[in-house]
């Protein structure tokens, strides 16, 4: 059978599919184009035929391009395509939310105390798979010591690199002096489990 592109099921380009589908009986059209998951076509033909195909290899039909001429249906398993795209969702909006810049403030002359519980904020922020801006905040003439600071952000980049990568070395801006930290291949893979942690949980409490 010819291979024909049809809309894919990611959301993306000019004929993305809705969320919302016409699936089986709830198809009402005289017929339709009938493709499989793969994109190979079984041709035109009327909706009846098409139900019964779809009954025969035990799929659903679904409505994927409705202003098509005729509309263009594809045979799959409709129960495991919406647990796939809310699984999908749930990772990309737990991406948008987690990932971004988040800026920690020091002051150069700090205690040690406080400098360990900064240290573990930036860890907790890299591990969520946040990039992380460590900045030095200067008042009056602390500039003039410009290398207690950047002995600072050394000192912190030491004490978490485990779990971070220079993304950005020490960059004076203002009364700031930063360094930016992305997070390296341990704090990914700690990100990356607890995201899979929670799919399974939610997954759990979709089938419960």
Known sequence: MAVTAFPNFDGAGRNAIAKEYRVN?????????????????????????????????????????????????????????RYLQSTKEREMRRSHKNV????????????????????????????????????????????????????????????????AKLEQPPKQEGRFISIVLAPGRAAAGRSQAAATKETEEDAEDENA
Do not use: T
Request: include cysteine.
């Open 100 to 163: 971004g810049l988040r800026e920690v403030r020091f002051r150069p002359r700090i205690g040690r105390h406080d400098i360990e519980a900064k240290e573990r904020l930036v860890l907790k922020l890299l591990d969520e798979g946040n990039k992380v801006k460590v900045s030095v905040m200067h008042r009056g003439r602390e500039l003039d010591h410009r290398d207690l600071s950047v002995g600072l952000l050394k000192q912190v980049h030491e004490a978490v690199k485990e779990g």
């Open 25 to 81: 009986e709830r198809i009402r059209v005289p017929q339709v184009r009938v493709v499989d998951e793969r994109g190979e076509q079984f041709g035109v033909m009327a909706i009846a035929d098409a139900l019964a195909l779809a009954r025969e290899h035990d799929l659903d039909l679904v409505e994927v391009a409705p202003n098509s001429d005729p509309p263009v249906c594809r045979l799959l398993d409709y129960g495991k395509f």
